[in-house]
């Protein structure tokens, strides 16, 4: 699978953005999908999963109640609505797949396919 971001930008706290993960070679619909980021400095940190149907979710606490993780798996992409974004949310964002157990889901080094970093800066 191979997997790409996009949507990151330059915006000031409190904005929003959505981030997109077009994945291509390979169906989406059988591996749970999740984004992680990595701020300047610090370790890569999970942020949000979606189930491979969809119905199940996972967040970070940092990020509850302003980001939304979804999939449309017939047009084989993730997205992340990211609301009310805060100085400390600037970071790389990565998507990734997972064919592994959901309870796996939130470890890096669970995921099987990765993605191109996509850049969120916000301002304060």
């Known amino acids: 699978v191979q997997l790409q971001a996009s949507g990151g930008g330059l915006v000031q706290a409190g904005d929003s953005l959505r981030l997109s993960c077009a994945a291509s070679?390979?169906?989406?619909?059988?591996?749970?999908m999740a984004w992680f980021r990595q701020a300047p400095g610090k370790e890569r940190e999970f942020v949000a999963a979606?189930?491979?149907?969809?119905?199940?979710?996972s967040y970070v606490d940092s990020v509850k109640g302003r980001f939304t993780i979804s999939r449309d798996n017939a047009k084989n992409t993730v997205y992340l609505q990211m609301n009310s974004l805060k100085p400390e949310d600037t970071a790389l964002y990565y998507c990734?797949?997972?064919?592994?157990?959901?309870?796996?889901?939130?470890?890096?080094?669970?995921?099987?396919?990765w993605g191109k970093g996509t850049l969120v800066t916000v301002s304060s």
């Open positions: 979606v189930s491979r149907g969809g119905a199940g979710t």
């Open positions: 070679g390979r169906t989406i619909r059988n591996y749970s």
């Open positions: 990734a797949a997972s064919n592994t157990v959901w309870s796996t889901v939130e470890r890096d080094y669970f995921m099987d396919y």
